[in-house]
C-alpha cells in the first residue's frame, strides 16, 4: 500500500513518465525495477523532458547573496508548460535576470557612476508580454539570426523554402525561432561566476531547416561585470546556422539613445536594399553616416542614415582580429555606464531602435518609443547562404559549432 502511494504521487508530479507506464514501456506488473523493463529510448526521454519542463519552479523570498541564482516561477505557456526566470547576481553589484522562454534576458541592473542601479535592458514584467508579437525583447536568435532573401537557399543542391515573416523575407529563424522555444535550463555557479546553460533540439524540418541542431547557449555574468555568450551546436544533417543575441539596450535606463556616444572597429558595412537584404557591395564608411571608427553620438547622423522607418539596421564588418579585440564601445555620457563588445563573429548588426513606434508598453508601464532602444548583434552576414562572396554559415555533420561574444559593463 505505501509503495502504491509513492508510485501514485511519483506519476501526479511526473506526468511524462505516466503517459510511459499507460503505454506499457515503464513498468510491468511482474518487474517493479526500472533497469527490467522494455522502456523505449523515445519514451523514456520525452518522459524526461516532460517532467523537467512541467515542475513548478522553486521561489525564494529571503534576500538574494552576492554570487547566487534563484528561481521562479513566470509563468505558464498554452500547453501548460511552467516557464522560469532565473536572477543572477553577482559580486559587482550587476542583476541579471533571465528566462528559459527563448532564452530571454528581462532585465539588466547595472549601477551608474555613482553607484545607483537601473535596468538598461527593454522588455516586459511577465511572460504574457514576450508571448505576443514582440520585437525579440532579449531573446536568444535562432536557427538563423537576421534575414534570409525571399525564404529559400539552397544547399547540397536541394532548395529550401522558409515561412516569410518579414515581408518577402525570412527573420531570425521563422514564425517560432528558438526565441519562442522553452529551453531546458541548468544553473552554474563558480567563486567568480554564475550562469545558465540553455539546451534545446531543434528538429530535422522545425521551420523547414534541415537537419537535427542540438544547440547548447551558455550565459555568464562574471565577478568584472562581464557577460559571456557561448554558443555550441552540432548537426546531423548540411543546415545553416547564425545564433545571436537581441537584446535592447539604453544605458541611461530611460529616454532614447540618441545621445550615446557609439564606436564600432569596422570600416566596412553591407549595403542593403528596400528589404534589408545585402546587395552583396561591402562599401567604406568614411564619409558616410555608418562611420563609427571614431565615436560619436548615435543621433549625430541618425537621419541621413536614411531607411524606412529612418535609422540604423545594417551590418558592420568588424576589423577585429579574435575575441579580445574591442569591436564596440558605447558610453551614456550622462549616467556614465559604458558597454563594450568582444566577439569572434565576422559582423555585427546595429540596430537603433527604428520600428518602436510607441505601440508597445514595457516594464513599469513604459511606452518604448522610437529610438528608446539599441540592439548589437554578434553574427554572420545577412542572407549569407544565398551570397557565396560571405563567410559561410554552414555546419555540417562531424562539425561543431562554437562562437563566443562577450558584453563588459564599466
Known sequence: MVVSRIKFAFFLA??????????????SANTPAVAGQAMTKKCALEAIRHSLLSMSCTKKEAMQQPGTIEKADF???PDSTKVCIYTLLNHSGITMKVTNYGGIITSLMVPDKNGVAADIMLGYDSLSGYLTKTPYFGALIGRYGNRIAKGKFTLDGKEYTLALNDG?????????GFDK????????????????????????????????????????????NSLVFDYNATTDKATPINLTQHSYFNLAGD???????????????????????????????KGTPFDFTIAKPIGKDLVAAGGKPIGYDHNFILDTKGIKDLAVRVVEPTSGRTMEVYTDQPGIQFYSGNFLDGTITGKLGKVYQQYSGFCLETQHFPDSPNQPAFPSTTLKPGEKYHTTTIYKFL
Do not use: Q
Not at 518577402?168 to 517560432?176: A, S
Open 168 to 176: 518577402p523575407n525570412h527573420l531570425h529563424g521563422g514564425v517560432k
Open 255 to 285: 529616454g532614447d539613445i540618441k545621445s550615446h556616444e557609439l564606436m564600432i572597429s569596422a570600416t566596412k558595412y553591407n549595403v542593403v536594399d528596400s528589404t534589408l537584404i545585402p546587395t552583396g557591395e561591402l562599401r567604406d564608411v
Open 181 to 224: 522555444v522553452v529551453w531546458e535550463a541548468e544553473e552554474i555557479k563558480t567563486d567568480s561566476s554564475v550562469g545558465i546553460k540553455l539546451h534545446h533540439l531543434s528538429k530535422d524540418g522545425e521551420e523547414g531547416y534541415p537537419g537535427n541542431l542540438d544547440v547548447t547557449v551558455t550565459y555568464t555574468l562574471n565577478d568584472d
Open 75 to 77: 509563468g505558464v505557456m
Open 14 to 27: 511526473h506526468p511524462g513518465v505516466f503517459a510511459c507506464k499507460i503505454a506499457g514501456k515503464l513498468f
